[in-house]
């Protein structure tokens, strides 16, 4: 007995000695990017439960109509009127919010679920309200909500909400009810703990919910007092858009009603575009009530066998937050960081964060997706992916992930090469098995080129080869054009046309690198020079792209600051914001724009001057750093050119400056649109001190690096350390630069020698 006592006690002591593994999870703040406004941008994000590329994002709705709504929640708003388990990533788009689930105490009527147009003109009409003269959710006058009339809607207040990597609570102040919300990949637990005494606990599932959307069909079918299943048809961003559900409940169902119905088949089975139901329970039973939901594109089959993945967990909600949270713990600390800023560590792991939520998996537990002719398919060997906002991840969340998350990159490959054996299409800006059509080029190209140039995943080149060279053949927003004038004219194409030609050209130089791979030269000459026809549209006396005529005059009226919708030269900026991007030829840039000198001045006038813009509607053009916009995509790069004119304190500089000014732990945190991963990506690569200017060609320019340490944990085992030694708030330039203890006399890091695991060192000063 001594002798056991003894190993227990040696035990006892090297558990006590084991380290215990850093609680990245909870630097996170889900509620950053979750305000804002039209002047300083919204970041539309949601601060729900969800879980690393997960198929479901559990989260609550306001119910407001609009820009700021877009992922269903804005933090000025006071009222909840449900949770749904379906959300955008910070997109500059409405839809989603599907399968949305509310407890309540209140007494559940028909007269409470107003949704199509004519019953709100009704209620207008009766009530004598002005439809244009009334006050929104965020106190200004517009067009009226409808929402508004959801009367088992309840108020909230922030001070009772938390937020983590896959868990979210709240309590319901109208009804005293403590919400609790966590997810899996598959599947979602709801708590409810209903603290006033009620005769029955109601669970209302509205299926005519809409975000932006427009629901075309809905069902619910009672499978038993515990379960019921149905489905949500939807006709929105996603043009088709299938969410079957099963639901199930820890308690058996006393009483059920359904609402907004078109057919009844007896007593268990409703249909109708504005379907709706309310479940009731025994209020003198428990004041517990748990819900178990899990989604799927293909059937309710496919969502009972999604149900059934967190069968481990049994009722044990804390059980399953505590292996999401874990789970986000180990996907988290694939980056340390070390620094006492805890606001800034802050920041910098919810950028973490929010560049592991999307894209969102689409397949089943057993692989099967609706498939982009909208029939079931499986994926074989791989997960099938949505959300595939490509014209904006394609410049560092794609790269991002290929260094840190090669899996999901591989899988993101495959998800486009399906489309395009489905369709003969490769994906432009996908949703839930539909092509959006949003944003220009085809920046598949860059994905595919950047994962073949590092030897991600196993692919058929020659597929994969084929998909390009034919997207790069269309007539798809003035290709058709672009091949024959060598740019697309303004006069024949009419809007975006400086992007659209510079965005082609970069990817037409992606394809080249693959030609080239595959022994492919008359190919390679071929779409190399294409590449080169951005330089069609330089105008010498701007020193800055312009939109061109077919005949080859310059189009007038042209004006560089101005920025909006429609506008003939740019796509979601203006000239300033453009005329810089051709990051497959920076030195051709360069040399076109007169030199290093020039091209340097140039750049400085892009930061420096006035950040006034022209133009009626340029809620895309957010936060602005002279004509710079760090709240839209197509500058992302820029500040990092000063690198390539030998002006490397500038990239210091303005990094340093977007970075400590345009991202904050704050809902306001975020400048502009997260555009699933991009705008926190951004952070992350430029907190650590490098960035890729070209996703492509494996070079990460150095900026002005945030941390004392930073420890990349790479997929292949190896650590990557930057070190920037003194850094601190006015110590934001570096003097030299060490690469595994030599002297490194570039400005840039390369993949393969990241990938090889060693220490980038930098001396911060303050000059």
């Keep these: 007995m001594r002798f056991v006592g003894l190993i227990l006690f040696i035990l006892i002591g090297c558990q006590s000695e084991i380290p215990k593994q850093e609680d990245f999870a909870a630097y996170v703040n889900p509620f950053v990017g979750t305000g804002g406004d039209m002047t300083n941008g919204f970041g539309n994000m949601f601060p729900g439960a969800a879980y690393p590329f997960g198929m479901i994002q559990l989260s609550p709705d306001n119910g407001g109509q609009g820009w700021q709504y877009c992922a269903g929640y804005h933090y000025p708003d006071s009222m909840i009127v449900g949770f749904s388990h ?107 703990h209903f603290n006033k005494d009620a005769d029955l606990q109601n669970i209302v599932l509205n299926l005519g919910f809409t975000n932006s959307d427009q629901t075309t069909d809905a069902q619910v079918r009672y499978q038993s007092p515990e379960l019921i299943t149905g489905y949500r048809f939807s006709h929105g961003k996603a043009n088709v858009q299938r969410v079957y559900f099963a639901m199930q409940f820890s308690r058996k169902i006393k009483e059920y009603k359904f609402f ?64 999401t949270h874990e789970k986000w713990n180990n996907e988290l600390s694939k980056i340390k960081v070390t620094t006492s800023d805890t606001a800034k560590r802050a920041v910098f792991y919810t950028s973490l964060y929010h560049s592991f939520i999307a894209p969102y998996r689409f397949s089943d537990i057993d692989g099967s997706y609706k498939n982009f002719k909208q029939v079931p398919d499986k994926a074989e060997g791989y997960t099938q992916y949505t959300l595939l906002s490509l014209w904006d991840t394609f410049r560092a969340e794609d790269p991002l992930l290929s260094l840190v998350q090669p899996k999901v990159e591989e899988n993101i490959i495959h998800s486009m090469i399906a489309k395009y054996r489905q369709t003969g299409e490769i994906p432009y800006w996908e949703i839930s098995g539909n092509e959006g059509g949003s944003m220009i080029g085809y920046h598949a190209a860059v994905l595919m080129a950047d994962a073949l140039a590092k030897n991600i995943g196993k692919f058929d080149r020659e597929e994969l080869y084929k998909a390009l060279v034919d997207a790069s053949e269309t007539n798809r927003k003035g290709l058709d054009f672009y091949r024959k004038y060598h740019f697309v004219p303004t006069d024949r ?101 007169g030199g290093k000198h020039d091209f340097a001045m140039m750049l400085d006038s892009l930061f420096t001057q006035t950040s006034v813009l022209l133009g009626e509607d340029v809620a895309d053009v957010t936060g602005l750093v002279g004509q710079y916009s760090q709240g839209n995509e197509p500058d992302h790069n820029f500040a990092y050119l000063f690198d390539l004119v030998d002006q490397p304190r500038k990239s210091q500089f303005f990094t340093n400056k977007i970075i400590n000014t345009l991202y904050k732990n704050s809902p306001e945190g975020l400048c502009g649109n997260e555009d ?92």
């Excluded at 899990?294 to 993945?309: D, Q, R």
């Design 493 to 593: 194409e009419k809007a975006g046309t400086v992007s659209k030609t510079l965005e082609y050209a970069f990817d037409d130089w992606c394809i080249a690198q693959i030609a080239k791979q595959l022994g492919k030269t008359g190919d390679y000459r071929k779409y190399m020079e294409r590449s080169t026809w951005y330089k069609n549209l330089y105008d010498p006396a701007y020193h800055l792209m312009r939109g061109k005529n077919s005949d080859g005059s310059w189009y007038e009226p042209f004006q560089p600051r101005f920025a909006e919708y429609g506008n003939a030269h740019c796509v979601e900026g203006n000239t300033w914001q453009y005329s810089f991007f051709a990051p497959h030829d920076m030195p051709g840039l360069i040399e076109l724009m």
């Design 676 to 767: 699933c991963g991009q705008m926190s990506a951004w952070y992350v690569f430029s907190a650590i001190g490098v960035y890729p200017v070209n996703p492509v060609d494996g070079r990460y320019y150095f900026g002005s690096p945030q941390f004392e340490n930073v420890s990349l944990n790479l997929p292949n085992g190896k650590t990557f350390i930057v070190e920037a030694h003194n850094v601190s708030k006015e110590n934001i330039y570096f003097n030299s630069v060490k690469l595994n203890g030599q002297p490194l006399d570039r400005l840039f890091v390369t993949y393969d020698e990241i990938e090889k695991g060693g220490m980038l060192e930098f001396e911060m000063v303050n000059y």
């Design 86 to 192: 379906t959300h955008l990533s910070g997109t500059g788009v409405g839809d989603y919010c599907d399968i949305s689930v509310m407890p309540t105490t209140k007494p559940v009527a028909e007269k409470y679920f107003v949704q199509n147009d004519s019953t709100v003109q009704q209620i207008i009409s009766d009530y004598g309200f002005n439809p244009n003269h009334f006050v929104n959710r965020d106190g200004h006058f517009g067009p009226f909500d409808k929402h508004f009339l959801l009367k088992y809607s309840s108020g909230f207040s922030h001070k009772t909400e938390k937020a983590s990597p896959g868990f979210y609570s709240v309590n319901l102040q109208d009804d005293n009810i403590d919400v609790e919300l966590t997810v899996s990949e598959l599947a979602a637990i709801h708590r409810y």
């Design 260 to 323: 907004k119905t078109q057919s009844l088949e007896g007593d268990k089975l409703a249909k109708g575009k504005e379907l709706a139901a309310a479940f009731s329970f025994e209020g003198k039973e428990s004041k517990e009530l748990l819900v178990k939901v899990a989604i799927s594109s293909v059937s309710e089959e496919g969502a009972l066998a999604n149900l059934k993945t967190i069968e481990p967990f049994g009722w044990d909600f804390d059980q399953m937050h505590r292996a």
